[in-house]
């Protein structure tokens, strides 16, 4: 099994990364990652020194189990070593998982008409997709070129949702700025209309600010539909790493 991470040059959310990275190679499973020109990439370094976000620092950045995640990642060959986005070929992976983040360096990932393909292609060969937080935007724009439609028209799915969102940009924003927002539109808003029903398709879930860890996830919401896992931000990293898996290894 390989399972293919892609993310961009800069910018991704650590834990976002990497706890699934970890839990996937604890269980032997191979994972490869990918950047738009094949350099080593980095995280968001805000998520993981905490600075700048003032008071608000130990509920805004990537935690201790995170932060010792991402530094054993970074080390790991596969990340020393990337692919470039355009020399994947799904044929050579089991999966697909997308980290998200929300620094707007992350763009480059999110606007790739590469990788936008590359998630097509995984579609469409019945593959297992994970997305978590702005992940699921990267696989909200896949366009099927047979349906014209995303290529999650049809699937159940959520993302980070827009109180979760809002909430941190009015926390943050008189000294961060637009730091939270991405774009001007919300994650959720721009999932939510990439989806044929969005009233019966979206989650919302509960315990929208409770984190979870590795031994305890009841407050996570992960949703599975098909070959589609997806989860909301940082907080159901855990959860969304074990469901992942056990997808993977089932699938």
């Given at each position: ?18 706890i ?18 094949g ?35 970074i ?24 980290p ?18 590359q ?18 935007v990267?696989a909200a ?11 999650l ?13 809002l ?13 939270y ?10 999932v ?26 009841n ?25 992942f ?7």
């Open positions: 099994m390989n399972v293919l991470i892609p993310i961009p040059t800069y910018g991704f959310d650590p834990t976002e990364a990497a699934p990275w970890q839990y996937l190679t604890t269980h032997h499973v191979s994972v490869t990652f990918a950047t738009p020109a350099t080593p990439a980095a995280a968001d370094a805000r998520l993981l020194t905490g600075k700048g976000f003032g008071p608000f620092k130990q509920l805004l950045m990537a935690d201790k189990a995170a932060r010792t995640a991402y530094q054993q990642m080390q790991s060959s596969a990340f020393t070593h990337p692919l470039s986005y355009d020399n994947i070929d799904s044929a050579d992976f089991s999966a697909l998982l997308l998200g983040g929300h620094d707007k360096a992350i763009k480059e990932y999110l606007e790739s008409s590469i990788l936008r393909q998630i097509v292609n995984f579609f469409a060969e019945d593959k297992l997709v994970g997305a978590i937080c702005h992940g699921t990267a724009r896949a366009i099927d070129p047979q349906t014209h439609q995303s290529v028209a049809n699937f159940r799915t959520t993302s980070l949702l827009k109180i979760q969102e909430g941190a940009y009015y926390l943050t924003c008189l000294w961060l700025g637009t730091y927002r991405t774009y001007p539109q919300t994650v959720a808003d721009e939510q209309a990439s989806l044929t029903d969005a009233s019966r398709q979206y989650r919302h879930g509960h315990h929208p600010f409770t984190r979870d860890t590795a031994d305890k996830t407050t996570s919401l992960v949703t599975v539909d098909q070959n589609y896992v997806s989860a909301r931000w940082p907080g159901d990293a855990h959860r969304f790493a074990q469901v898996y056990d997808q993977l290894i089932n699938q």
